[in-house]
């Protein structure tokens, strides 16, 4: 758990960065590819999946939501390798570059409250693209509500439906907002989810 000098994310609204930010960011930067962001999917058979070993994710874990790190862009895959990218801020979209035969994508970095590991989740499927736009509609009303400096708290989950198309199952990711943070990561009791 973070201290409550220490901020969990900065507010997505404004540039407040204090020393100790920028010298993260010196760290961070430093650190080549030691950073420790974890690439976090929803598998074809229902469950959240993160890093190479395709560790599962524990049910009903808690993550908070860095809003300023939604994005957009496009990914172009060959032979199971990422041939070609490009990611934007959300709200820089218009500059994504077209790639001819690229997915297009949508994207958040969570952090885990309990052990603080970093996620990032950049869903180019139908159900996990509207997973995120869900995920933006709700954390920024919740943001417009409650203030631009909190944090939004959420689980993951999914749900199912019968696939007419092709039989089976089609598994599609889910969440929950659970409650607020303010900027130090404490959870902030009164603000309902």
Request: hydrophobic share 40%.
């Amino acid at each position: 758990m973070t201290s409550k000098k220490e901020m969990v994310f900065a507010p997505s609204s404004s540039a407040m960065v204090n020393d100790e930010s920028v010298n993260d960011l010196i760290a961070a930067g430093s650190m080549g590819n030691d950073v420790d962001v974890t690439f976090l999917k929803y598998s074809q058979n229902g469950q959240w999946l993160y890093g190479a070993d395709e560790d599962v994710l524990d049910s009903g874990e808690v993550l908070y939501i860095d809003a300023s790190t939604f994005v957009a862009g496009s990914i172009l895959w060959e032979g199971g390798q990422v041939k070609d990218e490009d990611c934007q801020p959300f709200s820089q979209r218009a500059n994504i570059r077209m790639i001819e035969g690229a997915d297009a994508f949508l994207g958040v970095n969570m952090r885990a409250v309990e052990d603080g590991k970093d996620f990032s989740y950049k869903p180019s499927s139908l159900g996990g693209k509207k997973f995120i736009q869900k995920l933006m509609l709700e954390v920024g009303l919740g943001l417009k509500a409650h203030g631009n400096d909190k944090i939004a708290m959420v689980t993951l989950d999914g749900g199912s439906y019968k696939n007419k198309k092709h039989g089976g199952k089609t598994f599609f990711p889910t969440f929950a907002i659970v409650g607020w943070a303010g900027p130090d990561g404490v959870e902030i009791k009164k603000l309902a989810a």
